[in-house]
C-alpha cells in the first residue's frame, strides 16, 4: 500500500506523459460540473462525492476501478485524503491525493519556451483557467505580460534565472481571473502598464500606455510595441515583440476573436473590434505569431503544446469573421452567439481595478473556472 500526496504540477506531467491512472473527484456534482481538470489528452476520471463515501462506504468503494493507480481531488484536500484512506482499507495500492485540493490545480502555472536564441520569450500556461500569460527575458531583466495572482509562481521562476521582474504589462482589464499586476506592482515595485481607457479609475497608480509607443529592455533588447486594438474592452492593447510575436490578449484567439459583449455595450464595441481586427490585426505581416490569451480546446496547440499560430494560419482558420465586410455583419455575429456573462466577472473586474477587495478565500472561489472570453464557442 502506497499513499503520498502529489502536486498539480506532478498531475499534469501525468497527463502529458499519458500515463495510466483513475482521477478520482470527490467533490459534489455541482462543483465538479462547474470546474473540473482538463487536459491535452484523454485520461480516466470519475466523480463519486465524499459524503456517498460517509454515507455508503461499501456501495461507494464498489464503484471505484481497481485496476490502475487512483489520484484523488477535492475542494481543499481533506475530504480527498479521507477517500484515500478508505481506499487504501479497502485493499487499494497506488494512492495519491492532489495538495492543496483543486485550487492548487487552478493556480497552476507551467512554462514553454516559445523563443530562446538572443533573448527568452516564455508562454505560461495555466490549465485551470484555459489561459496564458507571457514573460520576456533580456539581459538581467523579465518583463511580463497579463501574470495571473500566482505572483510566487513568477517571482521563484525570475529569480532561478538571475533576473529582476522589471515591468508588467496588461493587455486589458481582466473579467475572467484576478490580475497580478497590481500585485507585483504594490508589494515588489514592479512598474505596471496599461491603457487609461481600462484604468483610468483605478485606485492604485500605474503607467499609462499610447498606441504606438515602443518599450525595451536594458541594454539592446527586443522592441516590444503597444498597439492600441479597442473592441474587447475600450483599452484592450496588444504588444509586438521584436516585430515577430503579438501578444494579443483578448483582441483575437486561435480559434475566434475576443468578445465585445461583456461590458454590456455589444454594438459599440463590436464596431469597435471590427475596426481594430481589419485595420490593425489584419495589416500585420502575415507570418506574425499571435500569442493569445487563451484557448477554447487543446487542440488548438502545436505538437509541443504551445498555443501558437501564424497570423495567415489563424485568418484562414477564422475566415468567416475575418472575411465580414462590414461592421453590421460583425456586429449580427457578435449577437447570434452572444451568452451570459459569469456573475463573477463584475467582481473580478472591481479587484482588478482595485476599487474592491476581498479576503484571499473569496479570491481563490472567484478565479476558478475556465474563462468565457471568446466571442463563438464552437
Known amino acids: 500500500m502506497s499513499i503520498h500526496g502529489f502536486s498539480a504540477a506532478d498531475l499534469f506531467s501525468m497527463i502529458v506523459k499519458q500515463e495510466q491512472f483513475l482521477l478520482l473527484d470527490v467533490r459534489n456534482a455541482t462543483e465538479f460540473e462547474r470546474f473540473k481538470v482538463e487536459g491535452p489528452y484523454a485520461f480516466d476520471m470519475l466523480n463519486l462525492?465524499?459524503?456517498?463515501?460517509?454515507?455508503?462506504?461499501?456501495?461507494?468503494?464498489?464503484?471505484?476501478?481497481?485496476?490502475?493507480?487512483?489520484?484523488?481531488?477535492?475542494?481543499?484536500?481533506?475530504?480527498?485524503?479521507?477517500?484515500t484512506d478508505i481506499l487504501a482499507r479497502h485493499g487499494f495500492s497506488d494512492l495519491g491525493y492532489l495538495l492543496g485540493g483543486i485550487k492548487s490545480w487552478g493556480n497552476l502555472l507551467t512554462p514553454v519556451l516559445l523563443h530562446g536564441k538572443d533573448y527568452e520569450l516564455y508562454q505560461f500556461q495555466r490549465p485551470g483557467k484555459a489561459s496564458c500569460s507571457y514573460g520576456l527575458i533580456f539581459g538581467q531583466e523579465m518583463v511580463l505580460f497579463d501574470p495571473s495572482r500566482n505572483v510566487d509562481f513568477y517571482l521563484s521562476f525570475a529569480a532561478e534565472r538571475g533576473v529582476k521582474i522589471v515591468k508588467s504589462f496588461e493587455t486589458h482589464k481582466q473579467a475572467d481571473y484576478i490580475s497580478g499586476g497590481p500585485i507585483l506592482a504594490k508589494e515588489h515595485g514592479v512598474e505596471m502598464l496599461a491603457h487609461e481607457a481600462d484604468f483610468g479609475g483605478a485606485a492604485f497608480p500605474f503607467t499609462p500606455v499610447q498606441d504606438q509607443q515602443t518599450?525595451?529592455?536594458?541594454?539592446?533588447?527586443?522592441?516590444?510595441?503597444?498597439?492600441?486594438?479597442?473592441?474587447?474592452?475600450?483599452?484592450?492593447?496588444?504588444?509586438?515583440?521584436?516585430?515577430?510575436?503579438?501578444?494579443?490578449?483578448?483582441?483575437?484567439?486561435?480559434?475566434?476573436?475576443?468578445?465585445?459583449?461583456?461590458g454590456g455595450?455589444?454594438?459599440?464595441?463590436?464596431?469597435?473590434?471590427?475596426?481594430?481586427?481589419?485595420?490593425?490585426?489584419k495589416n500585420l505581416s502575415p507570418k506574425t505569431q499571435i500569442l493569445p490569451a487563451h484557448w477554447m480546446e487543446w487542440s488548438e496547440a502545436r505538437p509541443d503544446l504551445a498555443f501558437v499560430a501564424s497570423l495567415d494560419a489563424i485568418t484562414k482558420r477564422n475566415l468567416d469573421i475575418f472575411a465580414m465586410k462590414n461592421a453590421d455583419e460583425f456586429y449580427a455575429f457578435i449577437k447570434e452567439h452572444m451568452r451570459p456573462q459569469p456573475p463573477e466577472y463584475a467582481i473580478i473586474r472591481e479587484i482588478n481595478a482595485g476599487t474592491r477587495v476581498e479576503t484571499e478565500e473569496q479570491q481563490e472561489i472567484l478565479d476558478l473556472g475556465k474563462n468565457e472570453c471568446a466571442a463563438s464557442a464552437r
Open 215 to 262: 518599450y525595451t529592455l536594458t541594454g539592446d533588447g527586443p522592441e516590444i510595441k503597444a498597439l492600441h486594438t479597442p473592441g474587447h474592452t475600450p483599452g484592450s492593447t496588444c504588444y509586438l515583440v521584436d516585430d515577430k510575436y503579438l501578444i494579443s490578449g483578448d483582441t483575437v484567439f486561435i480559434e475566434s476573436v475576443g468578445r465585445p459583449d461583456l
Open 265 to 281: 455595450q455589444a454594438r459599440e464595441w463590436s464596431g469597435h473590434l471590427f475596426h481594430s481586427l481589419q485595420q490593425v490585426i
Open 49 to 83: 462525492p465524499y459524503m456517498e463515501f460517509i454515507e455508503h462506504e461499501a456501495d461507494s468503494v464498489a464503484k471505484v476501478p481497481g485496476d490502475k493507480p487512483i489520484r484523488t481531488v477535492c475542494a481543499k484536500e481533506k475530504s480527498s485524503k479521507f477517500v
